[in-house]
Nanobody, 115 residues
Framework: QVQLVESGGGLVQPGGSLSLSCAAS????????MGWYRQAPGKQRELVAD???????NYRDSVRGRFAIARDNAKNTVTLQMNSLRPEDTAVYYC?????????WGQGTHVTVSS
């Protein structure tokens, strides 16, 4: 069993920065993919960015160049540095881990971008 605990998030003005962190516990395999999803009110959950154990990274187009995902395999952590935040980035952000056909989610953390 895998558990994911997120930290970070909050309220920031447009153009500002926030950092999210996620710590995974349990059996984390070298085939795992860790990432961040988000869900805005009234919208479907969407992938923001993910990273494989071997550090292959995928970003959704709207965040590429503004967000940076990183992973520490020794500590089983994944972080998301978010810069140049926009009001449309407002959402609940969820940490995600996928391995061996199973998917795990964190509890979610709120990010609000507003002046």
């Amino acid at each position: 069993q895998v558990q994911l605990v997120e930290s970070g998030g909050g309220l920031v003005q447009p153009g500002g920065s926030l950092s999210l962190s996620c710590a995974a516990s349990g059996n984390i395999f070298s085939i795992s993919v860790m990432g961040w999803y988000r869900q805005a009110p009234g919208k479907q959950r969407e992938l923001v960015a993910d990273i494989t154990y071997t550090k292959f990274i995928n970003y959704r187009d709207s965040v590429r160049g503004r967000f940076a995902i990183a992973r520490d395999n020794a500590k089983n952590t994944v972080t998301l540095q978010m810069n140049s935040l926009r009001p449309e980035d407002t959402a609940v952000y969820y940490c995600n881990l996928q391995q061996s056909g199973s998917t795990y989610w964190g509890q979610g953390t709120h990010v609000t971008v507003s002046s």
